[in-house]
């Protein structure tokens, strides 16, 4: 027998790793898979419903507030380092450290870019960036500072993967159906779930503009493992995101049916990975997802899932049709410098 204080047992189970889940059909909105944490007999908190911080799959929400004020997704910004002396002084910088160049908006999202993230913040203003989060759905409470753009906000796995789902649903948001009905014994229906309404609250040029960069993400960014480790030939898009000192690691990626994401963390933001080649999205939940989407293409009902392609119309794909990176802006078919 092991004799534990009361301190050795709250440092024993500070140290678990945890991890949530949500997955949603995206036009139906019925949650097909809703884990709240590794196991519910032990652990009570529910990491689909607890706020922490978003990190870089915050991003899309800034991306697609700047589409709304009529930013050209290739509109190319130097990758610079920037200070901004209205707040604090604070330089804003990339995961790698790289700078130099010039990305487009398309590519910036792609290769997850800091400084450029920051300066669409600041483009697009950081009080019309909140204004769009909220109408995306996101009800928390939200800083108004320039790095709310790297993801210091605290959200929920729930609001994120509502958000998301807008994108796949050419901007219009349903919401999550969890409880469609409730039988007695006797068959007797005593609850049944009304669908929900479905309204518009994105433009659905942009929302489709947003999918197709997304799937940049995946082909060719911080999401590419999803190719070159797991095997998925399939149309996906998504976002990865890691938050400061690798305390959360978060992917929100999406098929034409299924929007499925995944959060890894400490119950407490004070359990963090060492490194973040562990630490990092890509690395903590991202494998999660992609072992759960092995499952779903593994089952006869959503087998043929694998087949479809993201309806997306040739205009859209003209529309992206840039580099990600261009070493000088005379090569950039448009150019801002700020």
């Not at 649903?169 to 349903?174: E, V, Y």
């Not at 973040?276 to 087998?303: E, F, N, T, V």
């Amino acid at each position: 027998r092991v004799e534990m204080s009361v301190y050795d047992s709250i440092a024993h189970y500070a140290k678990f790793l945890h991890a949530g889940l949500l997955s949603v059909e995206a036009k139906t909105g019925y949650v097909r898979a809703w884990v709240g944490g590794i196991n519910s007999t032990y652990f009570k908190y529910d990491h689909v419903t607890s706020r922490r911080q978003a990190g870089s799959t915050f991003k899309p929400i800034v991306y697609s507030a700047a589409l709304s004020k009529g930013l050209d997704p290739c509109s190319f910004f130097p990758n610079d380092s920037v200070v901004y002396e209205k707040y604090d002084n604070w330089t804003p910088r990339n995961s790698k450290g790289g700078y130099g160049g010039y990305y487009s908006v398309k590519g910036a999202l792609t290769h997850s870019v800091n400084t450029i993230s920051v300066k669409l913040m600041a483009e697009t203003g950081i009080q019309e960036v909140i204004k769009h989060a909220e109408l995306l759905g996101i009800s928390g409470e939200l800083p108004e500072v320039l790095s709310l753009a790297l993801g210091t906000g605290e959200v929920s796995l729930k609001e994120m993967v509502r958000a998301y789902s807008i994108f796949l649903n050419k901007g219009r948001m349903i919401e999550p159906i969890f409880l469609k009905r409730i039988e007695d014994k006797f068959g007797n229906v005593l609850f049944e779930q009304e669908r929900t309404a479905v309204k518009e609250v994105m433009d659905p040029h942009h929302a489709l503009v947003m999918t197709e960069m997304m799937k940049g993400v995946v082909d060719k960014g911080t999401a590419s493992s999803l190719r070159t480790v797991y095997g998925f030939d399939n149309e996906i898009a998504g976002k990865t995101g890691t938050t400061q000192h690798n305390t959360d690691g978060w992917f929100i990626g999406f098929t034409p049916v299924l929007i499925t994401g995944v959060w890894v963390g400490g119950d407490h933001p004070r359990v963090r990975f060492r490194y973040g080649g562990y630490g990092q999205g890509a690395a903590s939940a991202l494998p999660i997802w992609a072992r759960y989407m092995q499952k779903i293409y593994g089952d006869p009902l959503y087998r043929y899932s694998r087949q479809l392609a993201f309806p997306i119309p040739d205009e859209v794909k003209e529309a992206l049709e840039c580099d990600d990176y261009l070493d000088s802006p005379r090569e950039a078919r448009s150019c801002l410098l700020y």
